[in-house]
Structure formats: C-alpha cells, structure tokens
C-alpha cells in the first residue's frame, strides 16, 4: 500500500459543491482510500491574485495505484468537474495535486514530488498541517516552512465553515 497527500483547490461556481464532488469521485475508487481529511480552508488567490478566493483542503490517502496512476485519477477528477485551462494559474472548478507520495523525491516533466510550491504556500501549507506535521521536505518539517511565512500569508488562510445556507 502506498501512502499520499493530494492538495484539493477550487475558485468557481458551487466550490463546496466541488470539492465534496471531488472527495466522492476519489473514495468511490476501489483503489483508493480516504484515511483523513484537512479542515476546509478559505484562501485568497496566489500567483494571479487577481480572481475569487479559493477553498482548499488536503487529503490523505492509502492507495494500491502508483504515483503516474494516480496522477491519471487526478486529471480525471478534474476532467469530469470540467475544469477548463484557459489562463495559466487561472480560475478553475477543481485542481487535483499530488503533494507527496511515499516519501519520493522525483522531477520529471510529468510529475514533481514533492510538489516542488507546497514549501512557499500558506494555503497548501496549513492544511497539510491537520493531517501529518512530521512531513519532511528536504530536510526541513514543513513546520518550519510554515513558521517562515509571514503574518500576513497565513492570515490569507482561514477555516471555513460555510454560510447559513450552505453550512458544511
Ligand atoms: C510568483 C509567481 C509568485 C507565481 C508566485 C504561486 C504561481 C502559486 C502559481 C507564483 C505562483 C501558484 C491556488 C491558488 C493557484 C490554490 C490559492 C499556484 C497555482 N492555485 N491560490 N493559486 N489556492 N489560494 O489552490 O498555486 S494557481
Ligand atoms: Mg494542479
Ligand atoms: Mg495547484
């Protein structure tokens, strides 16, 4: 069994819709296994700022497929949500990312592991925190990434509990 960390991100349309869709998708796979899930956060936007904000959590995962399998699950999770790319770093309705796989260093043009931005991101960053803050990115705990961020960065990171119509 291999052990994952996907990163989950979603700026358009029925976001909790989104997401909830995708962790069904991803659980209704026999190889696949929900283990944990992060809280849900609200995030503004990084790299293009200029666009909504952002729901993202993490999950944890137990799966029998191997990391070029996975990552097909991946992109069909994002390929059934029609999630289109027009803009680079743009709007999307489901962004499914593999953020560690076992504990394997690889950088190909298909896959890089550990996700090569997580250490930079507050709105990956904390999240991951919830499920395992032992993760260890060359070297370094991704505690001690986090504490390099600042204030302001991780102030841009909050729970999220829904609204009155749409509590989660
Ligand atoms: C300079 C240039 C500095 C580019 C940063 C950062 C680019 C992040 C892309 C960057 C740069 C990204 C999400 C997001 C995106 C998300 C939130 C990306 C890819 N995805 N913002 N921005 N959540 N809050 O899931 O991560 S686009
Ligand atoms: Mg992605
Ligand atoms: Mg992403």
């Keep these: 069994m291999n052990k994952a960390y996907l990163g989950l991100g979603t700026n358009m349309g029925d976001r909790l819709d989104y997401i909830n869709s995708a962790c069904e998708i991803l659980s209704n796979n026999n190889n696949i296994k929900i283990t944990n ?3 849900l956060y ?8 200029d666009q909504a904000d952002f729901l993202n959590l993490c999950l944890e995962i137990e799966t ?12 069909d999770v994002e390929q059934k949500l ?27 043009e298909n896959l890089s592991l550990p996700h090569p931005r997580i250490s930079e991101r507050a709105f990956v960053l904390i999240p991951l925190m919830d499920l395992n803050q032992s993760l ?6 991704i505690s001690e990434y986090l504490n390099s961020l600042t204030n ?6 909050k729970e999220y509990i829904g609204d009155e119509k749409k509590p989660i």
């Design 37 to 39: 899930k992060s809280k």
């Design 82 to 108: 029609n999630r289109e790319r027009i803009i680079r770093w743009g709007p999307r309705t489901i962004d499914v990312d593999i953020l560690f796989f076992n504990d394997i260093i690889l950088n190909n």
């Design 136 to 141: 260890l990115i060359k070297g370094k705990v």
């Design 152 to 157: 302001e960065e991780r102030d841009e990171v």
């Design 42 to 49: 609200e995030t503004k936007a990084w790299g293009y700022t």
């Design 64 to 75: 029998s497929l191997d990391k070029y399998e996975l990552l097909k699950i991946c992109q």
